[in-house]
């Protein structure tokens, strides 16, 4: 059989192609078996790691310890938000009506994501950092030799502490963005605090935020799930541990950009067909 340095120069390229195929195909298969057997495990093995000694720590190191972080990050990209569009708004005199753009920019698009980044880039690597180190060091090798099942006991308490500390995080996110803004728009410029807050209210509603927290929790078991994967797969000893980090947290990244875009367009859908909600203008 030929190899591949033995065709024609012009099917070179094609067979580059086909092997870039068969590659995809390869991984996206072990990563759909992967995700079946954490769903799998989370449903059938609830009692094992859902018991509190290894859940808990891993809820307070994706949620407690992202705190400062978000409470720093979100104020500042609400203050950001209406330092961006004040004079726009005022040059028409419609600044009282800034809220509106800037807490529903925050609790639909800006606070899921920003929260689902932290928790990719501070959480999703250690995650992964963690599994890979695991796995060079053969102590997934061991588990499974004495009869554990290390999908249930390493992967899923991770996967569910990001699925449920995501919108969390997300609500506070949500807190500190609106208090930016409120505090640049009221405090700093003079704008009327009780028609910031009805005109808020009027526009922004129930389901603007709830949108918010759907969008977290998929991010949030992305995160966790690709994150794991990249480390329980690792290979290639702590070179292959440091690829597994960097590639978990490109491909959680990418994966919460894609996921907001068609959520966001479900969501939407949802609200206007489902709910029946009119399309409300801000000016």
């Known amino acids: 059989m ?6 024609h120069p012009a099917l070179n390229p094609l067979a580059a192609l086909g092997r870039w195929i068969h590659a995809g195909l390869q991984g ?3 990563f759909t078996r992967f995700t079946a057997a954490v769903v799998h495990s989370t449903v059938a093995a609830a009692s094992q790691w859902g018991r ?10 994706v949620g407690t310890r992202s705190i400062p972080v978000i409470v720093l990050i979100g104020a500042f990209i609400g203050m950001i938000l209406a330092l961006e569009t ?3 708004f005022a040059a028409v005199g419609m600044e009282d009506r800034l809220g509106m753009i800037i807490n529903v920019s925050v609790v639909r698009q800006i606070g899921p994501v920003l929260a689902a980044l932290m928790v990719a880039g501070r959480v999703g690597c250690a995650l992964a950092a963690e599994l890979g180190s695991m796995r060079v060091t053969e102590q997934i090798d061991a588990m499974r030799a004495l009869g554990v099942d290390p999908v249930t006991v390493l992967v899923v308490p991770r996967v569910v502490a990001c699925t449920i500390m ?3 995080l997300t609500i506070i996110s949500d807190v500190t963005g609106v208090a930016g803004g409120y505090f640049f728009t009221v405090v700093l410029q003079g704008a009327s605090s009780d028609a910031y807050w009805a005109n808020t209210e009027w526009f922004v509603g129930w389901w603007a935020p709830t949108m918010g927290l759907i969008k977290a929790t998929a991010f949030g078991f992305a995160i966790g799930l690709i994150a794991c994967y990249k480390g329980y797969t690792c ?3 702590a070179a292959g541990v440091g690829r597994a980090t960097t590639r978990a947290f490109v491909a959680a990244f ?3 950009i894609v996921l907001n875009f068609f959520l966001a367009d479900f969501l939407n859908t949802f609200e206007r067909v489902v709910l029946g909600a009119s399309v409300k203008s801000p000016l």
């Open 2 to 7: 030929p190899g591949a340095s033995d065709l």
């Open 28 to 30: 996206a298969g072990r």
């Open 52 to 61: 509190w000694n290894r859940l808990a720590p891993v809820l307070v190191d």
């Open 86 to 88: 004040w004079e726009q």
């Open 166 to 168: 995501t919108p969390v």
């Open 235 to 237: 290979r290639g000893g």
């Open 254 to 256: 990418m994966a919460i």
